[in-house]
């Protein structure tokens, strides 16, 4: 037998193991396995989250945060630079 063949071979079991690894698993917990972060039950209840939806409310933070500090026109004043803000 060559080694290409061998490997092949090799990395067919492997993958066959896995799949049924995966498969035994799924039917002894009766579902499909949790693997995202956001819909997982323990993440959540360990306080983990989607890394997106941290972004976000981080963002939405951030916006409410300096649209108190921007005034109508626009422009920053919450610098103490009120040379170039005109009112």
Do not use: W, Y
């Not at 997106?52 to 919450?78: M, P, Y």
């Amino acid at each position: 037998m060559s080694g290409t063949f061998l490997t092949v071979i090799i990395a067919v079991v492997v993958v066959a193991i896995m799949a049924l690894g995966l498969s035994i698993t799924r039917i002894r917990k009766g579902r499909d396995i949790q693997s995202d972060v956001g819909g997982n039950d323990e993440m959540k209840k360990r306080g983990l989250g989607c890394a997106s939806h941290q972004f976000r409310t981080e963002d939405a933070a951030l916006i409410k945060n300096n649209r108190d500090k921007i005034n109508v026109s626009g422009c920053h004043c919450a610098e103490n630079n009120s040379d170039s803000c005109s009112n």
